[in-house]
């Protein structure tokens, strides 16, 4: 396992869970769906992300992984995108918070192999997709690798056992090749994304160089004393607009972003 810088936080010490009383009925509505939908088949159900990582911020989803015995089914899959769409984001019955909902089979990551395998994903990027009745397929997903890790690290179960019980703890250098494998997706969307994407991106290099998982805001405090000078109000706008401390927008740093962005990536690449 590569050395730790020591300014690092520790990805194996268990954070702090923050969910406010809104986030809890949300998550207790996406468990009551999962348990409906899949009654038997569903064993554990767990937070990670921001929840799980210092709390939900003002522009943060809901992450949940729930784990099940067997294969799902297109039907099943579909019914959980059709539970989903009224509770999940701007576009819910009220708006709500994003969801995002991984469904992992644990014959297909215990014992862990590269790359993993999900069953279900659901996010609210993919909304007009599922609207038009796209219904996601089970498939090869190298960033699991961090979520099981984050799921582990927090070790909240919405039910079930400890994630410890079900899920097998990922090797630092499969954690480093799911984070990197992203990175292209990341890349294509960064005119669209664009806090998200500088945000996704500090996260990987502060994984890639230490092996820890940090939330956006804290990863974006880190790149920061790495940085130039001249990258730094890039990542600096990127985290006052996650944390909620001004509205989006880049129109006076738009010629700043792709330079800082690729500087992020070419040292992500220099240490992978």
């Known amino acids: 396992m590569p050395a730790v810088r020591p300014d690092a936080p520790d990805v194996a010490a268990r954070p702090q869970v923050l969910l406010d009383a809104v986030g809890r009925r949300q998550a207790e509505a996406v468990i009551r769906l999962i348990r409906a939908v ?49 509770i999940s984001g701007k576009r819910a019955r009220p708006p709500a918070r994003p969801v995002e909902l991984i469904i992992v089979r644990q014959s297909a990551v215990r014992p862990w192999r590269y790359p993993p395998r999900s069953e279900f994903l659901y996010g609210e990027w993919l909304r007009d ?31 079930g056992p400890p994630p410890a019980e079900l899920l097998d703890p990922v090797p630092p250098a499969d954690l480093r090749r799911g984070v990197v494998s992203g990175i292209p997706g990341l890349m294509a969307e960064l005119d669209t994304d664009t ?20 939330s956006k805001d804290d990863a974006a405090g880190w790149a920061l ?20 401390e001004i509205e989006e927008h880049w129109a006076d740093l738009e010629a700043r972003i792709h330079p800082a962005a690729d500087v992020v990536v070419g040292e992500i690449a220099r240490l992978a």
């Open 38 to 86: 899949l009654d038997g088949n569903v064993i554990g159900a767990y937070l990670h992300g921001s929840a799980v990582l210092g709390g939900l911020r003002k522009g943060s989803d809901l992450d949940i992984v729930a784990v099940v015995r067997r294969r799902t089914t297109i039907a099943e899959r579909r019914r959980l995108v059709d539970g989903l769409l009224p």
């Open 225 to 244: 004393k790495r940085l130039a000078e001249p990258h730094r109000p890039v990542f600096i706008r990127a985290r006052a607009i996650y944390l909620g």
């Open 195 to 214: 806090t998200n994407v500088l945000l996704t991106l500090a996260r990987i290099w502060v994984t890639v160089a230490t092996s820890a998982i940090l």
């Open 129 to 159: 997709d599922y609207e038009r009745g796209f219904t996601p397929p089970s498939e090869r997903s190298p960033d699991l690798a961090p979520v099981i890790t984050m799921v582990l690290a927090g070790d909240h179960p919405l039910f």
